[in-house]
Every structure is written in C-alpha cells, then in structure tokens.
C-alpha cells in the first residue's frame, strides 16, 4: 500500500494516527499542498479531486477520503477496534466523528485558509480552479473553533473519551482538529477548558499521537 500525505496537513495525520493505533505500516509520498504539488498532473493522474490523503492498494485500487481510507483499514486490521463493536457503538462514534469535523474542523480550515497568503486564490481545495479566499471566513473559522473547544470541554466532563469509553477515530479527528486550529489556525485551546486540556493531554502523550 502507499499511502499520499502531507505532514503538514490535519486530514492525512488522521490517517497516520489510525494506521499507528492499528500497527499498520505503508509506503509513503510525501506532497506539498502549499507548493502546489497536490495540484500537478502526476498526482492528479492519482486523484483527480487534487486531495490529500490518497491510499493506493497494492493491485492499484484508489480509495480517497478520510473516513473511507480508516474504514478500509478497519476492515482489514479490526484489532484494536476504532469505529465501533456493535450497531449501537458504531452509530454513535460515526455520530461524534461527523460532529468533531463539523464543528471543529471545518472552522479550522476556514480559519487558516482564508487568512494563508499563500492561499489567497485558492480559497477551496483541491482541483477547483481559481477561488478567491474570503477573509471574513477566518474570523468565522475562530469562532466556530472556540465554540467548538467549550462544547468539546463540557462533553468531556462527564466522558473520558470523545465518544464514550474507549478510544476512537473520533478522539483522532479532534486531534488533529485541534492540534490544526493551534498551530496553524492560531487558536489555542483556552485555559478555561480544564476537561478538554486533560482529554488533549492524554491522547497526546499516546504513541500513535507523534505519526
Ligand atoms: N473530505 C476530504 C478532505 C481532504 C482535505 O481537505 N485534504 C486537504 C489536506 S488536510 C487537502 O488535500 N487540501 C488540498 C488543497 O488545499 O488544495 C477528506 O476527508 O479526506
């Protein structure tokens, strides 16, 4: 399998941190989005949607989208599980996952999108042509996301995880989500929010957090 990623970017860290959970190793191509790599006729001769991450099977099927690669990966390496035993568990974490983009990463990205320079004229991602950024986006972005870390803090006050007990792509999707908003999106998560510091702090300190 090989794996197209960008080190720098929230989404294919997903993938790296569900693939470390899982053990599960690949090759792996390195692209640069802010270069524009993602863009050239090479990588959208992979995928034609100039979007990171890309999973490449070894008999040369293309799976893109985050959430369909982890599933892929869930399928294939069920131990430990990430997504759910049972109708109810999976239901549930699907739920909170959608909620941690929703929320959280979509604002994220706003945030840092459409304040980036070097984004001014590519305000979407991906292979949609010239689009302008829209800066009032990025103040919208910061106030979804400090919404998003009060929410976030009061749902773990009384929940270990993001979704229920155990670990899952849900706590991976606000990782990353967060760790984006603080060093790119400039949004820390403010002191305040003692539950989501402690949350943060234990999902950090897990190995697969440094992938
Ligand atoms: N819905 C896609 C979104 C992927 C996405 O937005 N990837 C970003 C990196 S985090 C990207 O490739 N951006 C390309 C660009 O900015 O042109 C997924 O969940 O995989």
Redesign the pocket.
Known sequence: MKLYD?TM??????VRIFMAEKGVTCDNVQ?D?IK?E??SEEFLAVNPR????TLVLDDGTVI??????CRYIEETHPEPPLMGTDPVSKAQIEARQRHM?FDGLLGA?DAF?NSFPG?AS?G????VGTIDAIPALSERGKTMVLKYYETLNDHLAGSKFVAGDAFSVADITALCTID?ATAAARVPIPDACEDLKRWHGEVSARPSAQA
């Open positions: 960008s970017a929230p989404n294919p860290r997903r692209i989005i524009g993602n863009l100039g979007f990171l991450p893109d989208e985050t959430v369909a690669i983009e990205m999108r984004f590519r979407l991602g991906g292979n984006f």
